[in-house]
């Protein structure tokens, strides 16, 4: 049963940092799954926030988190990272992991139905 667990979430002021991680368990292969981050405010929809397919060698990011965010995943590890930087309040949301076993197009990377695993979700909270 493939298992993906996040951590790292909390209170943190504007401007601050927070590095968040995901584990993906169960599956021998887990470390070819495309994987990403989502999240989702109160009252919004879930929202694509960065995804990594190591098989092509590109991570991709949302608009709202390019040039502050940054996705890192190591070679053959089944851990992802998401070192936010300068954060807003705007960021305020729950934090969830996603993968999949599949090859996604480029159009569906941001879609939150690519994705057949997810994890339980890690809150942020950005406010002074």
């Known amino acids: 049963q493939v298992r993906l667990v996040e951590s790292g979430g909390g209170l943190v002021q504007p401007g601050g940092s927070l590095r968040l991680a995901c584990t993906v368990s169960g599956y021998a292969g887990s470390s070819s799954f495309v994987m990403g981050w989502f999240r989702q405010a109160p009252g919004k929809e879930r929202e694509y926030v960065a995804v990594?397919?190591?098989?092509?060698?590109?991570?991709y990011y949302g608009d709202s988190v390019k040039g502050r965010f940054t996705l890192t995943r190591e070679k053959g590890e089944n851990t992802v990272y998401l070192q936010m930087n300068t954060l807003k309040s705007e960021d305020t949301a729950v934090y969830y992991c996603?993968?999949?076993?599949?090859?996604?197009?480029?159009?569906?990377?941001?879609?939150?139905?690519?994705?057949?695993?997810w994890g339980q979700g890690t809150q942020v909270t950005v406010s002074s």
């Open positions: 996603a993968a999949t076993r599949g090859s996604p197009i480029l159009s569906s990377i941001g879609v939150p139905e690519t994705y057949e695993y």
């Open positions: 990594n397919n190591w098989s092509r060698r590109r991570t």
